[in-house]
């Protein structure tokens, strides 16, 4: 056999059965039967399915952060855990999440988007075996990292392929997707944690990442990605088109988009590696701060803090049926994602920025007033049952204040406006930024919760009000321009 005959049959092995199979083959024929208004809808579907399937590893993220709050008294109470030890576990997965950070970006550029969800997926798998067959706290410990080493690559990887692969029309609606499938994962934690025991959820936690791995196999890389791939292998540009072409529609004309790509990654490919002086430049440092900024600014809001330990937190106000809150809050959370959802595109990015972070502002007051007066009072005085609901009522619009924007689009917007040949290095720092910023809200939420609960909602309400400051100075708008544009103005 030839080498080209070989090369060529590696490249076929490469192609998802997305491209080869009956679908596409069946789509092929019939294209010329399709109306435009059909073309569109396949092209939807196409992306969409795409997207749900990807989707698949948020929920894995989700499962792994509501695990700790349904489970905490079985665990301490079974394995004999103090306080500080399970706090220990559940900031673990930050830990591990950190160097999968570190590792995401450069994985991502080397070896796809698909594969690096595909390696992901592994350690998310051992994770929580090792958890679940845990006799003392150095199996719960290990289990934790290698759940969040393969979270810190799915946090970067996901939103970063949807952004690529969406028609602009659709990047912020099937962008907010991804956090929804966190919501979603919270939930099924939340919701599973009152009827299975904690060593059986941790089995169940295998089942997004399971699903996943065959599922990657039906789906095309992303486009910028494989087009930059096929420039550095000299005019390969088949598989680039092919996936284009199946995520767009048969009968849509490609052309414009395909030179779009071209040109960002023949603009990225003069230099391939960046001085750190040239970091000074404007189109770099200016988009890297937007990045990290919001990133870092929506984990000390204290969202993990408040979901972690929701049900410490009820108990705190006074709620009998703390898990049971906790679920509700979980399917508030799934809803007003859901409407984020819908909005992002209509209204855009930074208002909706704006509106969520002053949401959360009044709301983290209102839960910080309410604890210090339920503290003054009696226990059974009606200032203290008043507060007490208020409290609730604060730590549930808080919820919905976060998931209407800073929870889904800070993941948007990094994905939208870093360059393409920083977006691995550059990518990679904003989510280790991230997690290293939830790590420290994790492992001080149960401690600050002990010394003053009023105290701790009044810190993080501080920081939502500068949110408001940061996103009305800094966040560009990004609604309906292409990747390619938003990079151009940064220049």
């Known amino acids: 056999m030839s080498f080209r005959e070989e090369n060529e049959e590696g490249r076929d092995l490469r192609k998802p059965f997305l491209h080869t199979g009956s679908w596409y083959r069946m789509s092929s024929r019939q294209s010329s039967m399709m109306g435009s208004s059909q073309a569109i809808r396949e092209s939807s579907i196409s992306v969409v399915a795409c997207v749900l399937i990807v989707a698949l590893g948020p929920i894995q993220f989700g499962f792994t952060s509501g695990y700790s709050s349904p489970t905490q008294s079985a665990i301490v109470e079974d394995l004999s855990l103090t306080v500080s030890e399970f706090s ?128 990657l196999f039906f789906i095309p890389e992303s486009p910028p990605l494989a087009g930059k791939l096929c420039s550095a292998k000299m005019g390969m540009t088949e598989e680039f088109e092919a996936s284009l072409q199946v995520l767009r529609g048969f009968d849509t004309d490609i052309s414009f988009e395909v030179n779009e790509i071209k040109r960002a990654v023949a603009s990225s490919s003069r230099r391939t590696t960046i001085r750190f002086s040239e970091l000074k430049q404007r189109r770099y440092w200016f988009p890297l701060m937007v990045g990290i900024g919001l990133l870092i600014l929506q984990q000390l809001s204290g969202i993990n803090g408040v979901l972690f330990y929701s049900s410490t937190i009820f108990e705190d106000a006074g709620v009998t049926s703390s898990n049971a ?126 010394w003053s609960t009023g105290g701790t909602f009044t810190i993080y309400m501080v920081i939502s009000a500068f949110t408001v400051a940061f996103v009305s100075i800094c966040v560009p708008e990004t609604k309906g321009r292409t990747l390619e544009e938003i990079q151009r103005s940064f220049r």
């Open 325 to 450: 809150a906790t679920v509700g809050v979980g399917v508030v959370q799934v809803i007003a994602t859901g409407v984020t959802t819908w909005l992002v595109d209509r209204a855009g990015r930074r208002l909706l920025l704006i509106i969520s972070s002053a949401g959360m502002t009044v709301s983290l007051l209102l839960v910080a007033v309410s604890f210090y007066v339920a503290g003054s009072a009696s226990d059974n005085s009606s200032l203290y049952n008043i507060f007490s609901i208020l409290s609730v009522v604060g730590v549930v619009a808080m919820v919905v204040a976060f998931s209407l924007g800073i929870g889904a689009i800070p993941w948007i917007i990094m994905s939208e406006i870093l360059p393409v040949n920083i977006k691995g290095l550059a990518g990679s720092i904003a989510t280790l930024a991230n997690w290293l910023s939830s790590w420290v809200v994790t492992m001080t939420a149960n401690l600050l919760l002990t």
């Open 88 to 215: 220990w576990f559940g900031s673990l997965s930050n830990v591990g999440a950190m160097v999968g950070a570190i590792a995401s970006g450069q994985i991502a550029e080397y070896i796809g988007r698909k594969g690096s969800l595909m390696i992901a997926s592994i350690p998310n798998i051992i994770g929580w075996l090792a958890i679940s067959f845990a006799k003392d706290s150095s199996f719960l410990y290990m289990g934790r990292l290698l759940e969040g080493f393969g979270v810190g690559i799915i946090s970067y990887t996901v939103p970063v392929y949807i952004a690529e692969i969406s028609p602009q029309n659709m990047r912020g609606s099937l962008g907010s997707v991804n956090q929804l499938s966190v919501t979603i994962g919270i939930l099924l934690a939340y919701l599973l944690g009152l009827f299975v025991e904690w060593r059986i959820l941790a089995v169940l936690g295998i089942l997004p990442c399971t699903i996943l791995i065959p599922g």
